[in-house]
């Protein structure tokens, strides 16, 4: 026991000696649980839709404050124009769109069958299969709520267009924005343990012997993983159309474009986190901490950013694959060009140019 107890002792004061460590071990488990608590939301809450009226009278003009006054839909912020209403749709400013038909009050008052149309954004399968459930309950609630007592209830049907994804399949939804995760950890994981390998072996010391200056250190140790993640992200893209039938309705350069802010984005990220740690374990630790779990949690990836607290919905601003997971879908689904896209990709330009000043410097201070 007294050996053992040596043992468990020496191990104690090493864990004790290496603090980045500790305070990472203890701080990633309070971390996920918040994350996880919060952000895995699967109730439909606020989610933003369109309605066109075509109707005009006093019915029509209730049934749409019945669904805007609920807690499961809100206004889009723009304006819903008859002439391009879809329009909403692939710039995700709305999910969906609900069209009450000339008719409908007519309808109602004399006890008539009567349809109204809905248009989806089928990227979301679950989202989208929500948001007709919760239409269709809205409506028949409306119905409870103005008819008399003991009426017979006319059949209201809503019939729905699933615009992108048709057969509302999930792999049309995952398999886009895996590309952003694979991106994010070729990208900012391999980068900070690559150059903290370095220094853990020594082999940092005589790199700096060289005839080279910090700048060219840093830009031959990202040139391999610019490659490696573009050949990832390309690689991907080719099995999720040849395997899952993933349409690619957009511009294939442009995707390309954006391809490489979101890579020099992680990439910065990367050598950031190398610059502040100086063993692989730590890096690894500290990578997954601030790269992978808030680019699955907190990018819209899987659950949606509005259904999040307040709090966590700012922190996503600052999450790379927010905008990127956007991007990527927008542009393979929806067929989206830059006029649709251009905020994300000015969110994403600066966020990259703010990672790169920092890292470039905190890497330069570290090392020379």
Known sequence: MRKIKFIATKEFYHI???????????????????????????????????????????????LTDAFYESSYFSRPEVEVLDSDAEALLRSSHAIGLLYIRPGFSDALLNGRQFELGMTIDGSDNNLSAAVLNYSNGLVFQFMLDHLPHGVEIPKVDIATQNLYNPDLKSSHFFVPGLVALI????????????????????????????????RQILLGKILPYIFLALLDGFLVLVVAKLFFGIPFAGSQLLLFAFGLIYVATALALGILISSLTKTQQVAMMLAQMTTLLPSVMLSGFIFPIKNMPLLLQLISNIVPARFFVVIIRGITLKGAGLEILAAQGLYLIILMAVLMLVAAKKFSTRIA
């Open 183 to 214: 991106l994010m950890m070729i990208s900012a994981m391999l980068t900070s343990i690559t150059i903290a390998r370095e220094k853990e072996t020594g082999t940092m010391e005589q790199l700096l012997t060289a005839p080279v200056s910090p």
């Open 16 to 62: 004790l000696r290496d603090p980045k460590s500790l305070a990472i071990a203890i701080a990633m488990p309070i971390m996920m649980t918040f994350l996880y608590g919060y952000a895995i939301n699967l109730d439909i809450e606020h989610v933003t839709i369109g309605i066109i009226d075509y109707d005009k009278t006093a019915e029509s003009k209730e």
